[in-house]
């Protein structure tokens, strides 16, 4: 049945955006390698949903997936440890150490939105379910 | 033979609004699937239309063989039942709101007891059919 898949591609893609929250919440101190080699404070990732039109029925039921998984650009926020290894060598940030920039409370109340979302769709499953077996009982 | 008789019975209709019910079901679960996608219109089937075109399509069906001699294969009363299977595709709808989860999940709900109630109904007239011709009660 088509509400299977439906239902299933939302259950993936609630999941991939909880593995984006849990990647933010590791790494809420963390560095990383941007393009040119350097080493900048980890910017947070956010998934972007859309239609997933090719799981589409003809009576209009219509499927989503991830479309991109981005990362945000925000300032970094800055921390006074001029004995650190990463601490900024010249200019007005002199002896400051860049760290990310990550709202916890954000980042929680995402994850208890996809755990809700996904717990939605695994009722809509059960439902689903619930119908194939109700369905072959005409057979006796 | 077999469509003349089970067409005296309400098992092709029955047949037909399970067929919606299903139809129905997986449109919700589309919209549940899309509760956080930006832009997304949830979208629903009209059981308005749906009863609507049915109920044109039994009185079709009742019209039908008024005319005809036992015997001759006449119109079939297939056609009507089949025009309301196919024109599902034209029930649908977008309501402007944003999408109200539990609303959605009640719509479900209620979609579901539909689709069970007109199982049970349907089992039941295959199990009258059934004592008819094994003529056991």
New interface residues.
């Given amino acids: 049945?088509?509400?299977l898949d439906?239902?299933t591609?939302?259950l993936v893609?609630?999941r991939i955006?909880l593995d984006a929250v849990s990647s933010n919440l590791a790494n809420l101190t963390s560095l990383e390698r941007d393009a040119e080699g350097r080493m900048q404070p980890y910017q947070a990732r956010y998934v972007?949903?859309?239609?997933d039109e090719a799981l589409q029925?003809?009576?209009?039921?219509?499927?989503?997936k991830v479309a991109a998984v981005q990362t945000e650009q925000v300032e970094p926020l800055y921390r006074w440890q001029p004995s650190h290894p990463y601490a900024i060598k010249e200019g007005p940030r002199k002896g400051y150490v860049a760290y990310p920039r990550i709202n916890l409370t954000a980042e929680m109340v995402d994850a208890l939105?996809?755990t809700?979302?996904y717990e939605?769709?695994l009722?809509?499953m059960e439902?689903?379910k619930?119908?194939a077996q109700?369905?072959l009982?005409?057979l006796g | 033979m077999l469509p003349a008789l089970l067409h005296t019975t309400p098992i092709p209709i029955l047949g037909e609004v399970l067929h919606f019910a299903q139809a129905r079901h997986t449109v919700l679960a589309g919209n549940l699937a899309n509760v956080n996608t930006p832009g997304y219109r949830t979208r629903d089937l009209s059981q308005t239309e749906f009863q609507q075109r049915l109920k044109e399509a039994i009185a079709q069906m009742q019209r039908a063989p008024a005319g005809d001699s036992p015997g001759l294969m006449g119109a079939e009363p297939d056609e009507a039942l089949r025009h309301v299977r196919s024109s599902l595709e034209n029930l649908l709808y977008h309501d402007d709101t944003n999408i109200d989860l539990e609303k959605q999940v009640a719509e479900m709900t209620k979609n579901h007891l539909l689709h069970n109630l007109a199982l049970t109904i349907l089992a039941n007239q295959f199990q009258l059919l059934q004592s008819a011709i094994s003529e056991r009660v």
């Avoid at chain 1, 972007?48 to 239609?51: E, N, R, S």
């Fill in positions: 049945m088509a509400a439906i239902s591609s939302a893609a609630q955006r972007i949903f859309q239609t029925t003809r009576q209009g039921a219509v499927g989503v939105v996809a809700r979302a939605a769709n009722g809509a439902l689903t619930n119908m109700q369905t009982r005409i």
